[in-house]
């Protein structure tokens, strides 16, 4: 698979990771031998990348993920987890010793020393302007607690504010073929600092796989169930934040374009790696076959212009004026 780089972390990883909150939590339920089957399908299929959460089922999958690698000694894995969803999102939660505290439950649940990346999950804005908070971060590099440090956002202002912090090494934001805000600013700012980008939500929590319709019923605990207008945390981590009906609208204009030899959702993963200063995208899978296929997405050649001429056309005309001015 091919290798990307993350600058400030001197770290190399595969363009195709894996989102594991499905692993732990709110995507209905997948069974302890399931998230391994999921983890050994990805890594076999040349996935290095992996992004959980201490908060994805209060640990569950970091757990799962800390077996994983004890049962994959040299497994050459870059782990990803975030913190700071634990406890009320007021900036003042934001403090040295919740760090130190979060960063060592971590630490446990996944059977490692070190790290590899902490990021704040998606904080209050005000977060991103104190320094207090990134002194705090660089202390925690310093302690050997983790390696690196980034953040997950919710907006593009966030994400601007943050890759201008000279010790942040990603951002991770949503960017899909029904979210291209992005592109405009953040991306091409990132580029320049150096700063790793982790694509997420790419799949607008499974919309563009083209497996959905009008018909489709999710778990009680699935969050496509529950958070559908923002009910639980914020609107755009479900289905991007797009009302679903007009989603379906966008997918079904796009599909034709998938042709022989890719899936949809191989075919819109293609669109984020073809997008330049993402590092690495980051789909979950709540199966060991959609793990590999998610993966095989890197093998596939870059979209052609048409192709990537009708994916912006779609966004323009039926997703723009729902989402563009929101984050």
């Known amino acids: 698979m091919e290798q990307r780089s993350f600058d400030r972390l001197g770290r190399h990883v595969g363009i195709i990771g894996l989102g594991a909150w499905q692993l732990g939590a709110d995507w209905g339920d997948v069974s302890e031998s399931a998230a391994l089957d999921i983890l050994g399908a990805a890594v076999d299929s040349g996935v290095t990348f992996l992004d959980t959460a201490d908060v994805y089922g209060d640990g569950r999958s970091e757990q799962l993920i800390g077996r994983f690698l ?6 050459g894995l870059t782990v990803a987890t975030k913190m700071g969803r634990r406890v009320p999102q007021t900036p003042e939660a934001y403090t040295l010793d919740n760090f130190r505290a979060w960063t060592d439950r971590s630490r446990a649940n996944l059977g490692v020393d070190t790290l ?30 983790v390696a690196g440090y980034g953040v997950s956002v919710e907006t593009c202002d966030q994400a601007l504010t943050a890759i201008a912090r000279p010790g942040v090494a990603s951002v991770q934001i949503i960017l899909n073929a029904v979210r291209h805000k992005p592109l405009e600013r953040v991306l091409p700012e990132a580029a320049k600092a150096g700063v790793g ?7 607008a929590s499974g ?9 489709t019923t ?17 609107v755009g981590e479900t289905f991007s934040g ?14 034709p374009l998938v042709g022989e030899g890719r899936t949809m959702a191989q075919f819109a993963l293609r669109w984020i790696l073809d997008q330049p200063g993402v590092t690495v995208v980051i789909p979950g899978a709540r199966t060991a076959e959609q793990a590999r296929r998610n993966a095989a997405a890197a093998d596939l050649p870059p979209l052609t212009e048409v192709e990537v001429a009708s994916v912006r056309a779609t966004y323009d005309e039926l997703i723009r004026p729902q989402v563009h001015d929101r984050w």
């Open 70 to 75: 004890r049962e994959r000694p040299g497994h």
């Open 116 to 145: 590899d990346l902490v990021q704040l999950h998606c904080p209050p804005s005000a977060v991103f302007a104190d320094d207090r908070v990134f002194d705090a971060l660089d202390t925690l590099v310093s302690e050997e607690r």
């Open 197 to 203: 980008i982790i694509a997420r939500v790419p799949l």
């Open 207 to 215: 919309l563009l796989s083209g497996r959905y319709d009008e018909h």
């Open 218 to 234: 999710f778990a009680p605990d699935d969050h496509r169930n529950f958070n559908r207008h923002g009910e639980s945390f914020d």
């Open 242 to 255: 797009v009302d679903y009906d007009q989603g379906l609208s966008a997918v079904r204009r796009l599909a």
